[in-house]
Nanobody, 129 residues
Framework: VQLQASGGGLVQAGDSLRLSCAAS????????MGWFRQAPGKERKFVAA????????YYAESVEGRFTISRDNTKNTLYLQMDALKPEDTANYYC???????????????????????WGQGTLVTVSS
């Protein structure tokens, strides 16, 4: 089972980036998936999550209105569209997936690292001012 994140890079404040997370080894179409990020010297924090059916999404307050999480279950791929990027968005971005199938949770659980069993290797996003 592998999650491969890609799409990071160096951009200027106000620019956009789209991250992708390709899953292999099993299908994640029935799994909750999410994005977390970790800035240098800081703990890994929740960014966004999407339910297995894609009907509900959850965001950290710091990215609400600027980032959009989505999924294409036919391609077994998760996305994070990041607009109006800020220098404080600079971090390694990690995709993650729940091993359970067709589970629903209360909102706080989607934001918890402990929900997720599979993690990608991270893709670096650097936003210059």
């Amino acid at each position: 089972v592998q999650l491969q994140a890609s799409g990071g890079g160096l951009v200027q404040a106000g620019d956009s980036l789209r991250l992708s997370c390709a899953a292999s080894g099993r299908t994640f179409s029935n799994s909750v998936m999410g994005w977390f990020r970790q800035a240098p010297g800081k703990e890994r924090k929740f960014v966004a999550a999407i339910t297995w059916g894609g009907s509900y999404t959850y965001y950290a307050e710091s990215v609400e209105g600027r980032f959009t999480i989505s999924r294409d279950n036919t391609k077994n791929t998760l996305y994070l569209q990041m607009d109006a990027l800020k220098p404080e968005d600079t971090a390694n971005y990690y995709c993650a997936a729940d091993r359970e199938s067709r589970r629903t949770y209360i909102e706080s659980q989607y934001r918890n690292r402990g929900l997720y069993d599979y993690w990608g290797q991270g893709t670096l996003v650097t936003v210059s001012s």
